[in-house]
Structure formats: C-alpha cells, structure tokens
C-alpha cells in the first residue's frame, strides 16, 4: 500500500499533467465559480490525460482515508445526513425559486416554497457548507455552481430527487427486507417493497404512478427509448431493430425520420413467448441485472419458441470481475450498483461464471459463446448461440 507521501507525490504528478493539458488546448478547467463547467471536457482521445485524472482521483481519494485515519474515516461513512438539505432543495423546489443571475431574501424564499422559514434557514446553512447556494449578504442567498445547476439540468434534479425520494428511503428498508424475507429471489420482497408498503415490483409499480415514475424515477429504472437501437441502424444501413419496452415506455416513440422503416417500437412483456420470430440477434443492454437469477432465466426462456438455429443472444451488462482487478473507484461504482439492484428487485450483478450459469440454468440448449469487456469498460458483451442440436 502507497505511503502518504507516495500519494501526495503521485497527485501532484498527475494533477500537473491534467492542468498542462487543459491549458495548452484552451479547455476551462471546472472549477466551483458560478460560471463553470459542470463537467471535465476532456476529449475521450485524449487517454493518457484521462488517466491521469482518474489516478489523482483515486489517490486523493486514497490519501485523505489515510490522513483521517480509521476512526474518523469510519465516522464519516456513518454521516448521512447530507441528503437532508438536498431532499428539502429537489422537495421543495428551491433550486428554480432562487434567480440564476441574483439574489433572494431567505424569508422570501420560505414564502415562496412554502416552508417555515426558520427551518429554512437551517437546512440552508448546512446545504451552503456542501457548496449548494451561497450567501450573498446576511439574510440573502444566490447560486453557486451546483445549486444553479440543479436549477438548469432537469435530468440531473431529477436524479438527485429519484436519490432523495426513492432509493434513499429503500435503502433505509434493505436489512429490514433482509431479515423479513431471508434469500429471497422475488422482485417484491424489497427495501423498495417494506419502504412503499406495495407489494408491487418497481416495474409493476411504476406502471401504476406514471406521474411520480416521470417525476422522480425515470433516471434510475433508464427507459429505453431506443438509442441504442438508432445508434447501430445509424451505424450500420443493412440493420433493422425492433425495440421492446413495457406499453408505457413505447407507447410515444418514434424512430428518427432517416431511420424510420429501419427501426421499429413493439410493447412487448418480456416474460411473455418473444412474439418477432427467427431474428438474427436479441439484444439486451442493462436489463437483466435489474432481475433475481429466477426470473432473468423466465426472460431468457420467453425467446425460445422463437430462436432459429444459430440465432444469437447478446447481453451487455456488468460483468463483475473479482474484487482487486478494478481500479478501487470503479469497484466501489459496482458494489453501490449491485447493493442498489437488491434494493429495488433483489436483483443482481454477475460474475462471468454467474452469466454462464444463467444461461445454463435456462436451457442446455443456449451455447455459451464467450464474454468481451471492451477496455476500461464495466460492462461486456456476453454472446450465446440458439443450438437446438447440439
Ligand atoms: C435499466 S432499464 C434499461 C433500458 C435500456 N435497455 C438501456 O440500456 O438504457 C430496464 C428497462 O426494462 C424495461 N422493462 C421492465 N420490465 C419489463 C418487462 N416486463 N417487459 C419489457 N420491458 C421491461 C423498463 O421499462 C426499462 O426500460
């Protein structure tokens, strides 16, 4: 393990390389002033930079655990209350009732939000200390960068609103589920479950509060609109894709005009018989980590009165390498993902031999063809081939 010199000396080397590279291109180095970019726009040709980004994260990362020691570390990871101040921003609206450009007084904020001032100004202070919103003068607040950002990013409000309103109190429920309903593989008997009170799984859930899936679910559970599929038929002029999501999900899309005739929408349950028959290629990008191995292996069975021989199933999704292959950031990213899969469906993330299993598991007759991880990438292509005969 690095020493906290050797760390300090790897940051700074790298960190220098970022910063000579973002000068010498002209590219703004993000900063916490309000008028920053929210994102490193660091070119995904240039890989050597990016590394060197990543490995001063990883080693400040690393350092700052070193320098707070184990008992403080650990007192840190116990602090959750941080979501406090962010739930109140996203529930009450605070980030759009503040002006992009100026200032608002605190008190007319509460009345603007409707909520009692006092407490307003609490929950404020300490959302100001994580560098949402800033004091302007005593009294008054304006923007900061992440705060304004809320304010302009739906997608990035909406994230942070599904985190506050649904994983979180999940979360809260996962040992509760754990110890209710031991090893369970059903997708309702979850955080998710005990914290709604529902016995509905999160898709039939969803299905049933279309308002609050659109509102504050839709950055979790995705929603395939069919970018993949139009980004392969754009890629490739001899493909036609047929996109299969629940009926609510279909139900508006529209393949981009270039495209139409190549690309087509089908509302199609995939624990039903797969109703588009002999297709040269299933593909299933991020699904069936979102379903415990006892129903995963229902969704690969529902293809078989369709498969043709030599028909191929493609599955891009995680592939979860032993722990210590990853750098610890991106197996850190896997191991909140996996936690997160329980939570909603007691779902899962998959070994290479877990996927081989899966199939297995289905039919005898799906041969395992392999797994490809594109470098520096989480997630593989597992291919399997329909060979009824052996
Ligand atoms: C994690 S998202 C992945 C979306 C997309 N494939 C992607 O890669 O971003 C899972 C998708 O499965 C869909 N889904 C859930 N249950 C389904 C079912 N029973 N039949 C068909 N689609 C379903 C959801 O609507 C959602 O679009």
């Known amino acids: ?153 739906v997608d990035i409000h909406d994230y942070a609103s599904a985190s506050c309103n649904e994983m979180w109190p999940s979360s809260a429920h996962v040992v509760d589920a754990l110890n209710k309903f031991p090893g369970s593989q059903e997708p309702n008997e979850t955080g998710f479950n005990l914290a709604n009170d529902t016995q509905l799984t999160l898709y039939q859930y969803v299905e049933q509060h279309p308002v609050r899936a659109r509102q504050k679910l839709i950055n979790k559970v995705g929603g395939s609109n069919g970018f993949v599929a139009i980004a392969l038929a754009e890629a490739f002029s001899n493909l036609k894709c047929i996109v299969q999501d629940l009926p609510t999900v279909v139900k508006d899309m529209k393949a981009p005009a270039n495209l139409s005739g190549r690309i087509e929408f089908l509302a199609h349950d995939f624990f039903e018989p797969q109703p588009v028959k002999n297709a040269d290629v299933y593909f299933f990008r991020w699904i069936l980590h979102n379903w415990p191995d006892k129903y995963a292996v229902r969704i690969l069975q529902s293809l078989i009165p369709a498969l043709k021989v030599g028909a191929k199933i493609i599955v891009y999704d995680e592939v979860l390498p032993p722990h210590g292959v990853l750098p610890e950031e991106m197996d850190l990213a896997l191991a909140q993902l996996d936690i997160n899969m329980m939570t909603l469906q ?45």
């Open 1 to 153: 393990m690095p020493s906290i010199a050797e760390l300090a000396a790897s940051i700074f080397e790298n960190t220098i390389k970022v910063n000579e590279y973002m000068t010498r291109n002209d590219i703004v180095i993000p900063s916490l002033d309000l008028g920053s970019p929210i994102s490193w726009n660091i070119p995904l040709e240039a890989t050597d930079i990016l590394a060197a980004r990543k490995a001063a994260i990883e080693a400040t990362v690393e350092l700052q655990t070193l320098l707070l020691g184990p008992r403080e570390h650990f007192i840190q990871l116990t602090r959750f209350s941080s979501n406090i101040p962010i739930h109140a921003i996203t529930r009450f609206n605070l980030a759009n009732n503040v002006p992009i450009n100026g200032e608002i007084a605190v008190k007319d904020l509460a009345r603007q939000s409707k909520v009692d001032e006092q407490s307003l100004g609490r929950l404020l202070r300490y959302a100001i200390n994580l560098k949402l919103f800033e004091y302007s003068k005593p009294g008054y607040i304006c923007h900061s960068v992440m705060s304004r950002m809320l304010a302009e990013n």
């Open 346 to 390: 007691n779902a899962k993330l998959r070994s290479a031999e877990e996927w081989k299993q899966l199939f297995e598991q289905a039919d005898s007759r799906f041969k395992f063809g392999g797994i490809t991880i594109p470098p520096g990438s989480a997630l593989g292509f597992v291919e399997v081939e329909w060979m009824p005969t052996g």
